[in-house]
């Protein structure tokens, strides 16, 4: 296989999404190796299935009885290390990794290697009462180039299929443009039956299932927008829309509906046009090299602009000057000699990849126009998410359609058709094993009769938050990396020394898993990768931030299987601070009120301090004599950094608040000895109370379904806790963040309608991901408190303070 290359660069991959539990299609697959294939004019691509077990908080009245995901994972190997899935090569690792860092435990108290767990239940109880094993399963992605299919066919008999004799007979599912031609190939290469589905209907197929499934798959493009990637909401009514699909050539497709469709038109100029003339004009070797070039290139100087014609009169002609006249109109002949020598390769190849977009876009919009539809997605290997390409597809759309046409673009967008043919083989599975129940590759305890498109898509519905004062301005992040160099030059130093901690943690977070040293070696190649490419160009991957950096590092933790590497932290830490919380209370009761109330914000910012993220206090926890004793000695003397302490205690003296949203931090002493007789004090005056947690593992952060376990064994501790949640005054949400920060124009739907519903006229803000990072100038319609402690040396020097320096901010909703 030495001739063998995967084709594209890391940076312009897709990530991993995880798809809702309720796609059942899928659940009957769980033990089998199922794979499609999608063969084009100059890639093929493979989506194959595996799954992965996982431990997880969870409490066991409330955990469903099956706990199966989906994830789709773009992948040149993706991990796949379960008994049934098979063991994909190192050389299939590199895009598929994440990492944290932990606080040190015994490695016997860690989860084991995951492939030593049973397949015959998704969601076994762990040793811990508070905890289960979850079944995660995945769609990965593999392309090759066309011309290399017998190397594809290896891979898929050496790394999929493993023995031949056990498929042979079986049935694939096949689609693309070069079925007809490599059919025979396939069948005598792996013994099996091919099975071809129409390109158009395997498109449609996938498009849909994406769309209606995967949040932030699709999403909206514009260069120094703010931000410049808007994503677009799963939403159930997605038609009508145009599919442009820019493949060797351009097909344009109408879909009114989940099996209506219609092909409305097509273009010759596509990715062949620009691949083809550009290996004739410059000495690029492939289309990569080929995008290289135009993205440092110069159109200007090849391209004849209206002002070249038109001198100071665009006023009279409504056309701006800036406009492109002439494609490659100052390239011409002297003498009979082409002067192509007098131009860049750069400057060339911009030109003819601005000819070929701007082509697309204009035919895009009219087709859109004449049919009446108001969105255009963009599908197609050919795009490669790359900002430019997309860039320049917006302002075409934008331009020809008149602002009424919203171009569109999918993060899976090159394996539209390889989904549409694995779901074809999905359904038919389905049918087969209803019949063959006990077979080797399926489970045997078959597929209920909902299909792929009866999914709730509630909870990943995503709404603003109703409680902003102005919404339209609102942008989460204090600082923007991308405009601030002293910032984003320390930013990203700082974490480019702790990826190797971040690794290294990661690895002990699977002690006894054979792939993880692998992994995280991968992981922290890719995080260094991106770091140099925030470097290089700030806004390669849209806007920069502390939140973006944070959120990249938790999203490559999932995508190379290190889910929650704080999850046995977590569960030892929220042990011990629910042994401490019953005297931790006795001693708050006997304050008197005024006292009472000044020391639950200190044990709110004591409690802040045990976060495993800051740097300093991590190498703090690591010595194993710092609690929260410790942390409060650590609180400054007042007047602190922000200091609203005096007037949130005066507030306090009036009536109480009807509702109060709290956004929680972490898990263990902050949230235990923390938040939980902070809310109780409020819950004590009268105040409904809402507990907003993260959906995902961030850090040591609490997520949801942990929150409802810590709150089920508190209760029978606090009495007032207890009567809040059984009469519904206390209730605990997931607020729909993956992160360590805030986004509050992201917030899960659901959230934001009982926000309403309650009138919450509080909102509290903990921790300083949610309160610094994020949030810090975020001013609210009713009263908001933000509690934080900085725990970073360097910011907190730039905002006028010291290390462990305090935000403790409460605004009247007028201020």
Known sequence: MADFKPVGKVSCEPKSIKLPESVELFGNLKNGKRFAIDIGCSLTKIAYYSTTKHKQSAQSQRRKSSNSKLSVTNSIGAECQTRESPVCSQNWDKNNISGNYVRPINSGEGFDNQTEFSHESTSQKCSQKSCEVEQMSRLHFIKFQTKYIENCLDFIENHIVGNKELVKGNTIKVTGGGVCKYAGCIKEKLGVLVDTEDEICCLIKGTNFLLRNVAKEAFSYQQNGNPEYVFQSVDSDFHPYLLVNIGSGVSIIKVTDEDRYERIGGLSIGGATFSGLGSLLTSAKDYDDLLELAENGDYRKVDVLVRDLIENDYAVTSISGDLIAASFGKINFTNGESSQKKFSEADIARSLLFTVLNSIGQVASLYATMHNVNKVYFGGYFLRNNPLNMEVLSRSVNYWGDNKIRALFLRHEGYLGTVGAFLKGAEHWQKESSIYGGSKYFSSDGVGSSNQSSVNCNDDQFSVCPLLLDPETYCPDTEDLTKDEEAREYWLQCFEETVEKFAKKAVESQPGNPSAASRAESFKEKFLVRLREWKTNPKIHGALSVRSILDSIELFLHEFDFPDPYLKQKELENENAISLFAEHIRKIDELDSETRLRKLIMYLLAGNMFDWGAKEVAALLETNN????????????????????????????????????????????DIILGILPFIRELLRRGTEVILCSNSAPALNDVIHRELLVVLDRIKCICPIIREAEETGRLIAMESGQTGPCLDLRRLKKSLCEEMTRRQVDLVVIEGMGRSVHTNLNTFFKCESLKVAVIKNRWLARRLGGTMFCILCQYRNGST
Do not use: M, Y
């Open 626 to 669: 710092f609690g929260f004793d410790e942390a409060l000695e650590k609180i400054p003397q007042r007047p602190w950094l922000i200091d609203s302490l005096d007037e949130w205690i005066k507030r306090l003296e009036g009536p109480p608040h009807k509702c109060a949203t709290v956004f929680v931090d972490n898990s263990g002493l």
